[in-house]
């Protein structure tokens, strides 16, 4: 007997598979079996007389034959997508929202006020992801997301919401014990430092310029590291302004350090939906009065 044609539910397991890039990825994702997913990729594959996958030890990857089919089916996809998203668009003010955004605003932006939140807005849940990976809006990885750039994604849409300022910044027990640095010229002191990885940025950029002769003595990945080895009294460092506190020096900056526009994102289907647009306008309010404050 004929193996009838696939259906949407088939569409998506393909899907799946070419963003995953591996059975395990799309069982974990379906919450099937590996073998599982592996079946209904055979039944697939036969229905449409075409191999869609070649699969090995790494993975799956898509054959020449599939790769117009598999960028349809991806179109697609998104597509429904934004039916769904268009179709939750009610007029109630309750469901989930996803959040992404630097570790630094969820601990010191968000997290702070979400009983304010809470209390405006009772039926509306908040999922914080921390990450400083930029996370795909248009495939619905979260549904709003505060970055340091602006939206590439097509139908994702975004507002500036602030300006991050930058100074550099020394206890007064390592300013007693080493001197007071030059803002222009380091050498000799001890500094802390994001992760090698992120030297591109704006900011490490103005601090590797000042760096001759000074001992990167620190690497870390978050500005809450930064903060708290500033404050021990280890090092000088670069910080957000309204992250530093009154028991920190400033020794440079703002107006000598390069700035970072803080952008809110998310995809344009979710202007209008109550829920996101409460989270939405908070994040915003939220962001502005804390950059305020630096």
Do not use: Q
């Amino acid at each position: 007997m004929k193996n009838p044609d696939p259906s949407w539910d088939d569409l998506r397991v393909v899907v799946l598979a070419t963003r995953a890039g591996s059975l395990s990825g799309v069982a974990r994702h379906l919450d099937v079996s590996v073998a599982t997913v592996g079946r209904r990729l055979d039944r697939i594959e036969e229905a449409l007389g075409v191999r869609l996958f070649h699969r090995h030890a790494g993975g799956l990857t898509p054959t020449e034959e599939a790769a117009l089919l598999l960028e349809r089916a991806d179109a697609v996809a998104d597509e429904v997508a934004a039916f769904v998203r268009a179709a939750k668009a009610t007029e109630r003010e309750e469901g989930v929202v996803t959040i992404s955004t630097l570790e630094t605003v969820v601990t010191h932006v968000i997290a702070p006020r979400l009983a304010e939140f809470r209390a405006a807005h009772p039926r509306v849940d908040l999922v914080l992801r921390s990450s400083p990976r930029i996370v795909r809006l248009d495939r619905r990885m979260a549904d709003i997301a505060i970055r340091v750039v602006r939206p590439h994604e097509s139908r994702v849409v975004g507002r500036k919401i602030g300006t991050l300022d930058f100074g550099l910044y020394a206890s007064p027990a390592y300013l007693a014990r080493r001197g007071r640095p030059s803002p222009g010229d380091l050498h000799g002191h001890d500094v802390v430092m994001y992760d090698a990885s992120w030297d591109s940025i704006p900011e490490m950029t103005w601090l590797a310029e000042r760096m001759r002769g000074a001992n990167a003595a620190f690497r870390v990945t978050t500005a809450n590291a930064i903060f708290e080895t500033l404050a021990s009294g280890a090092a000088v460092g670069l910080l957000p302004c309204f992250l530093a506190t009154p028991e920190l020096e400033r020794l440079a900056g703002p107006e000598e350090l390069p700035s970072r526009d803080l952008w809110l994102v998310m995809h344009e289907d979710l202007r209008r939906v109550p829920h996101v647009r409460a989270a939405a306008e908070f994040l915003a309010r939220a962001t502005a009065e804390a950059l305020e404050r630096g």
